[in-house]
């Protein structure tokens, strides 16, 4: 077998959680997310690794989901019911299609927004557009005094704009690509 046939297999395998991990946040749930990576792995099955092309790399990956992804919507019921506090997860729900997607590829799995454009399929312009709009639906956000971050760590603002009552002690997550 050609060297260049064990890159794909190279590829899936390395990024495979950073897919899953996209997949979840932008459709909201593990099932749904996790059906979708399945469809993107039964594609490569069924058509063969040849259909990411020889230089193939994270993005034309990405790429293959949205195709995927654009290609129909599944229902799965999934859903847990929205929290009195707006997390992250929440928010991303809110937010249309378009922006959930432009802020993940950039934020979350750092795709540079001419990549992101690239996996999209989108002018470059509009996605920095969705992404900025989507940034500023964040900042709205923490602006409106609570935001749960991760589980049921919340993060209470003050009504003045001075200093986080509580931090989580990681000082990453969510928040963090979002300035």
Do not use: K
């Not at 019911?81 to 378009?98: I, K, N, Q, S, Y």
């Not at 964040?138 to 009552?165: H, K």
Request: proline share 6%; glycine share 12%; aromatic share 6%.
């Amino acid at each position: 077998m050609p060297a260049h046939r064990s890159a794909p297999a190279d590829l899936i395998t390395e990024q495979l959680p950073c897919l899953r991990r996209y997949a979840r946040a932008l459709t909201g749930s593990a099932i749904s997310g996790d059906a979708y990576v399945r469809m993107v792995l039964e594609t490569l099955v069924q058509d063969g690794m040849d259909v990411l092309g020889e230089d193939a790399d994270r993005g034309t990956l990405f790429r293959l989901f949205h195709r995927i992804y654009a290609g129909g919507h599944l229902e799965l019921g999934d859903e847990s019911p929205v929290p009195d506090t707006m997390g992250p997860g929440a928010l991303l729900r809110t937010l249309p299609c378009e922006r959930r997607e432009a802020l993940l590829l950039t934020a979350v799995e750092g795709f540079t927004p001419d990549e992101a454009a690239w996996i999209l399929g989108l002018p470059l312009d509009m996605v920095e557009h969705q992404t900025n709009l989507a940034r500023q639906a964040f900042r709205d956000g923490l602006r409106s005094g609570t935001l749960m971050l991760e589980d049921d760590m919340t993060i209470r603002l003050p009504q003045a704009g001075g200093v986080l009552s509580h931090v989580p002690a990681s000082g990453g997550g969510w928040g963090a690509g979002l300035q």
